[in-house]
T-cell receptor
Framework: DQQVKQNSPSLSVQEGRISILNCDYT??????FLWYKKYPAEGPTFLIS?????DKNEDGRFTVFLNKSAKHLSLHIVPSQPGDSAVYFC???????????FGTGTSLTVIP | DAMVIQNPRYQVTQFGKPVTLSCSQT?????MYWYQQKSSQAPKLLFH???????NEADTPDNFQSRRPNTSFCFLDIRSPGLGDAAMYLC????????????FGQGTRLTVV
């Protein structure tokens, strides 16, 4: 059973606009959330994370928002750049365990 | 640069012929993971080590084994690869496990012929 879900397989955005990628989770024990970016034929690259004690974390153009009551998080990329075109994976973990659970990814295309 | 290195990047093996994938890290992380990723699917955790402690996922087939001879190296052994084992295999490391970020290697693309 998929505990982390990314319901949008793909997203297209114009360069300079905001990209919003969404992620939902079902396990209320999850308390640490991460976003990864993946280019074809490469491993995922860590982007940004957030602990459940926060509702927002920002790093440059990337901001992650966490809504614990809705079990939902989102990644905002502003402004979007063509180099941001990649597959973005959401991941979650529970502090008591070592495992990371991943979503199926959203393929972002930024159109110049 | 400190990193996670997987070898080889591409591996072709024959149906039923044992194959070993390797992973090394210079991050001195305690936890090492092996994930299997098939096209358009989420990476699926096969097993992980916390130091020398091995943790197998309940649904990982017996065909998959792992070894971690020291902190830096971890191996994935597939004893009798089937066509369904063709996938990208990702190694990752994490300093303390679930509440610290995991860093991935480049992956090994396994083809079974």
């Amino acid at each position: 059973d998929q505990q982390v879900k990314q319901n949008s397989p793909s997203l297209s955005v114009q360069e300079g606009r905001i990209s919003i990628l969404n992620c939902d989770y079902t396990n209320s024990m999850f308390d640490y959330f991460l976003w990864y970016k993946k280019y074809p034929a490469e491993g995922p690259t860590f982007l940004i994370s957030i602990s459940s004690i926060k509702d927002k974390n920002e790093d440059g153009r990337f901001t992650v928002f966490l809504n614990k009551s809705a079990k939902h998080l989102s990644l905002h990329i502003v402004p979007s750049q063509p180099g941001d075109s990649a597959v973005y994976f959401c991941a979650a973990s529970a502090g008591t365990g070592n495992q990371f659970y991943f979503g199926t990814g959203t393929s972002l295309t930024v159109i110049p | 640069d400190a990193m996670v290195i997987q070898n080889p990047r591409y591996q072709v093996t024959q149906f039923g012929k044992p194959v070993t994938l390797s992973c090394s890290q210079t991050l001195n992380h305690n936890v090492m993971y092996w994930y299997q990723q098939k096209s358009s699917q989420a990476p699926k955790l096969l097993f992980h080590y916390y130091d020398k402690d091995f943790n197998n996922e309940a649904d990982t087939p017996d065909n998959f084994q792992s070894r971690r001879p020291n902190t830096s190296f971890c191996f994935l052994d597939i004893r009798s690869p089937g066509l369904g084992d063709a996938a990208m295999y990702l190694c990752a490391t994490s300093k303390w496990g679930g509440n610290t970020e995991a860093f991935f290697g480049q992956g090994t693309r396994l083809t079974v012929v």
